[in-house]
């Protein structure tokens, strides 16, 4: 079993920055790819952003392109989102998500979440 917990939510103004981490329970997970999700209030869980195990294949959803960096530390069993020029629409529960595939689906463990909000 893998337990995935998430630091670095918060409350930010619009155009600002926050950084989110992940921290992971087992050295294995360096072998795993990992991932960004958001949920906001009445809406369904969105992909935001995603790593394979070595970096070397990066997916990012169309609306953080440009403003958002996922990156990871295998050494320290991390995997961290930059989030840059926020934006209102950006407001939602950040969950950390690990799988095995390497296509990164279906994703098979989830943490608990960080609330981002961004003010308007």
């Known amino acids: 079993q893998v337990q995935l917990v998430e630091s670095g939510g918060g409350l930010v103004q619009a155009g600002g920055s926050l950084r989110l981490s992940c921290a992971a329970s087992r050295r294995t997970v360096s072998t795993y790819s990992m991932g960004w999700f958001r949920q906001a209030p009445g809406k369904e869980r969105e992909f935001v952003a995603g790593?394979?195990?070595?970096?070397?294949?990066?997916n990012y959803a169309d609306s953080v392109k440009g403003r958002f960096t996922i990156a990871r530390d295998n050494a320290k069993n991390t995997v961290y989102l930059q989030m840059n020029s926020l934006k209102p629409e950006d407001t939602a529960v950040y969950l950390c998500a690990a799988t095995t595939s390497p296509t990164m689906y279906p994703w098979h463990y989830w943490g608990q979440g960080t609330q981002v909000t961004v003010s308007s």
């Open positions: 790593i394979s195990w070595s970096g070397g294949t990066i």
